[in-house]
């Protein structure tokens, strides 16, 4: 049974630093590696898709890399702002046998606070 | 910018009552879910649905749950005898074969 954890559970820092949060999960046969962001109360938003296949993907000041050898990946959040004040949440999904990807698991989420 | 969307927002119900929720995932996926926060816990997957059929389901997701796709759009989750336990929120999402989900806004439910 796949068990994703995340680390720090929470980090507070300055506007402007460069940030990593980390995510490690225990069965390296996933399907892909997402992340997203939850402000509180509200629905969860996705960052940044990684395929099994794929190393890392980059989405502005955002960079995702996964090491399914090691089951570990890694969100990189450059020159942080206060709008970045959020949880952030790693998941990992299987592949179905019909194709596609089956249901999510959770990682309890780094809860992050960006000092203005 | 497509999106899934869920109603109601907020549903209040008493123990013991069936409640639906409803979802419409974004037209062209063809993978639905549905999962469930706890307040203060985290994401729980309860169930999938693909090609009209549950592909897969957590223990969580047992015989007082139910899932329905009545038509081309909607997607829906059923609990038959909500228990105090059921409050959370309940977030459906739907994707596409590359498996980025896209998640609704979520539904609170609250068992009184």
């Known amino acids: 049974k796949q068990e994703v954890t995340q680390i720090p559970a929470a980090l507070s820092v300055p506007e402007g630093e460069n940030l990593v949060l980390n995510c490690s999960f225990t069965d390296s046969a996933i399907y892909n590696l997402q992340w997203f962001r939850q402000d509180p109360g509200k629905g969860l938003t996705s960052l940044l898709l990684?395929?099994?296949?794929?190393r890392e993907q980059t989405s502005g000041r955002l960079n995702a890399s996964l090491d399914k050898s090691s089951g570990r990946s890694t969100l990189y959040i450059a020159a942080s702002q206060p709008g970045d004040s959020a949880t952030y949440l790693c998941a990992a999904s299987r592949r179905y046998s019909g194709g596609g990807a089956d249901g999510l698991t959770f990682g309890k989420g780094t809860h992050l606070i960006i000092q203005p | 910018e497509p999106e899934v969307t869920q109603t109601p927002s907020h549903q209040v119900t008493q123990m013991g009552q069936e409640v639906i929720l409803r979802c419409v995932p974004i037209s062209n996926h063809l993978y639905f879910y549905w999962y469930r926060q706890i307040l203060g816990q985290k994401v729980e997957f309860l169930v999938s649905f693909y090609n009209n059929e549950i592909s897969e389901k957590s223990e969580i997701f047992d015989d007082q749950f139910s899932v329905e796709r009545p038509d081309g759009s909607n997607f829906t989750l059923k609990i038959r005898s909500t228990k105090l336990e059921d409050s959370a929120m309940y977030f459906c999402?739907?994707?596409?074969?590359?498996?980025?989900?896209?998640f609704g806004q979520g539904t609170r439910l609250t068992v009184v």
């Open positions: 990684i395929q099994s296949s794929q």
């Open positions: 999402a739907s994707s596409d074969f590359d498996g980025e989900a896209f």
